[in-house]
Structure formats: C-alpha cells, structure tokens
C-alpha cells in the first residue's frame, strides 16, 4: 500500500511543481507530454492500488481458515503461518494433502533441521485434523496446535505495486518519446527550411526584378503555393502564406515581415525579412542587386549543405556494404573450406 501513496505524492507533487513553475522540461509544454505523463501515471497506479487492495493480502486468520476443494483434482498454496505470535514462516499447504509420497521418503532418507521438522509436524497436524473434519468441499486450516495459537496468513502479493511501478515507467516513457518527436519535427522543420530559402529567394527576385512590388510579389509567391499544395507541408511558404493573411487582416507590412521571420526562426529568412523592411523605410534602389546576392549566397549555402548530407549518406552505407562484403567471403570460403576438407 505504502507504494501507492509514494507514487501518488511523487505525481501531484511534480505536477505542482510543473504548475508552480519550478520544473521546466524542454519540449514537453507544446506537445502535451505532461499531460500525458500525468494521466498515463495516475490511471496505472490507480489499478495497481485496486489490484493489491483486490488481493486481500495483510489478512491475518487467527480462527482458522478452509480452502474450497476444486473438482480438478489438488492445487497447492502458499500461507504465512505464526505459532503462538511468533515470527512467521513460510508453509506451502496442499488440497488435498498428498498422501505419503515421494515428500516423505525423502524426509527420511536425510536429517531434517528444527524449522523443518516442525513444519512436517504441523502439517501431520493439519492432515489429521481434516481427518476428523471429514469435509468432502473444504480443506481446513485449523486455529491451534497442541494448545498453541495459529495464525494463518496469505504472503504480500506485489502485483499491483509492480504495476504501478510499470505505468510510471510506461508513463515517462512516453514523455521522452513525445519529447523525442517534437525535437526530431523541428530538426525536420529547421532542415526544410534551410532548403526551401534559397529557392524561395530567387523566385523572389525574379518577380521583383520583373517590375512587382514586395507585397505583390509575396502574394504571389503566396497564391502559386495555395493552388498547388502538395500534400507534404513546406513551411517557408505556409509561413509566406500566414503573413498575407496578417496583412489582409489588417497587420502592417513591416510587422508582418518581421513576424514572418521570427516564426521560421532562422538567421536567413530574418536578414530576408530585415532586407524586405528596409525596402519599406528607406525604398532602397539596390533591392534588386541585394535580393540577387542574397540568392547567390543562399544558393552557395545549400550546395555546401548538400555536400555535407552526400559525405553523411555515405557514412551511413559503410555497415551495409561491409555486411555484404562478409556475404560475399562466406560464400567464397566456405566452399572452398568444404571442398579442401572433404
């Protein structure tokens, strides 16, 4: 029981302290990974507690207790017993008690310690006491033995605590693995981004340079996005996409820009959207050639970015080819071993 209580102050306790502010775990307050944590935690610990409340263990017997006789023949089970308040011993009690038998040759054939021999006394005890019983539908475990008290008692079963204890596992498992994704969704998303910025920006220029101001060339960009969605979201463009929609609301053209950067979150789209405010404040006449360098950069950004993930894909297909490089040699020598020693 004292387990339950531990790990139900254990989660309100870490809930309070996530409530209070005090715990901060990156990457768990967007995803619904506390949530998760708390809910999956408190339901399993509740049926741990239910399972071991359910399990009638800490019942102590002290007027005896019988056992129901199952018609498919004898079962055995395990009991606590004390005489006269001692501390209790273990007893395995058979249904019906088996009669004779290999337990008793080999009782006989070794000496038996003290606890051992009391034990088979007590069982003598139990048998004849069932004897004079004569119950066809319950075994009896009798409340005295040669005028000493008994005490029978079922042993501490430790399955709800260990299924509470599994939850809570289970539970922060599945915080790590929500933490996990939502990290490996932005690693997925910063990576994208960074791919999509240098085609993006030279689209940009060409309809710049083509005579289109900046916001007719955004919305643009915009609208060739929406009729043509793919069914893989780009980010760069839903995030374009989102700040026409702000400046149709009625957010100005500045703050959009700025906004639309600071939502892709990288030093690139925010010097875009630096370069795009500028055009509005000061109407800079070189819009055109910084767009066109910004593009070269971005583009001499990727190609070294592609370089890097060619060297990584090729890492990566070493274990294969050296796996096959084993194939290859199995199948070369062992037949050649075979063949010299047959």
């Known amino acids: 029981m004292w387990i339950h209580i531990i790990i139900f102050a254990g989660i309100l306790g870490t809930a309070a302290a996530w409530k209070a502010g005090w715990l901060r775990l990156e990457g768990l307050e967007e995803n619904g990974g506390k949530k998760l944590f708390l809910i999956v935690a ?19 017997y002290s007027e005896g207790y019988r056992l129901e006789k199952e018609e498919t023949g004898s079962y055995e089970e395990k009991f606590m017993v004390s005489v006269d308040g001692e501390e209790a ?10 009669e004779g038998g290999e337990e008793a040759e080999d009782s006989s054939s ?28 319950y075994y009896y475990l009798p409340e005295q033995w040669d005028g000493k008290r008994l005490e029978w008692q079922h042993p501490d079963d430790h399955s709800g605590a260990l299924l509470s204890a599994l939850s ?3 539970a922060l498992a599945l915080m790590v693995k929500k933490a996990r994704e939502r990290q490996e969704a932005q690693a997925k998303r910063f990576e994208q981004l960074l ?5 993006l920006v030279m689209k940009f220029t060409l309809l710049v340079q083509a005579g289109m101001t900046v916001r007719k060339a955004f919305q643009k960009i915009a609208l060739d996005y929406r009729k043509r969605r793919p069914d893989k979201v780009r980010y760069a463009y839903e995030e374009i996409l989102a700040a026409c929609y702000e400046m149709d609301s009625g957010v100005s053209e500045a703050e959009a820009y700025r906004r639309f950067g600071e939502r892709c979150g990288q030093i690139q789209y925010k010097t875009f959207a630096t370069l795009l405010i500028q055009n509005l404040q000061k109407g800079s006449k070189r819009m055109s050639d910084m767009l066109e360098q910004e593009s070269m950069e971005a583009w001499d950004e990727r190609k070294r970015k592609a370089r890097v993930l060619g060297e990584a894909a090729a890492t990566k297909l070493l274990v294969p080819m050296v796996m096959m490089l084993g194939v290859v040699m199995a199948i070369i020598m062992v037949p050649a071993f075979l063949s010299f020693y047959g």
């Open 42 to 60: 408190l339901a399993g610990n509740l049926l741990g507690l239910l399972v071991t409340l359910g399990s009638g263990n800490g019942t102590v």
């Open 168 to 170: 809570l596992f289970a």
């Open 195 to 199: 791919m999509d910025y240098p085609g």
């Open 89 to 98: 011993g273990t007893m395995y009690v058979q249904v019906p008690e088996k």
């Open 110 to 137: 070794r000496e038996l310690t003290d606890e051992e021999l009391q034990e088979q006394k007590l069982r003598e005890a139990v048998a004849r006491y069932n004897q004079e019983k004569n119950d066809p539908d």
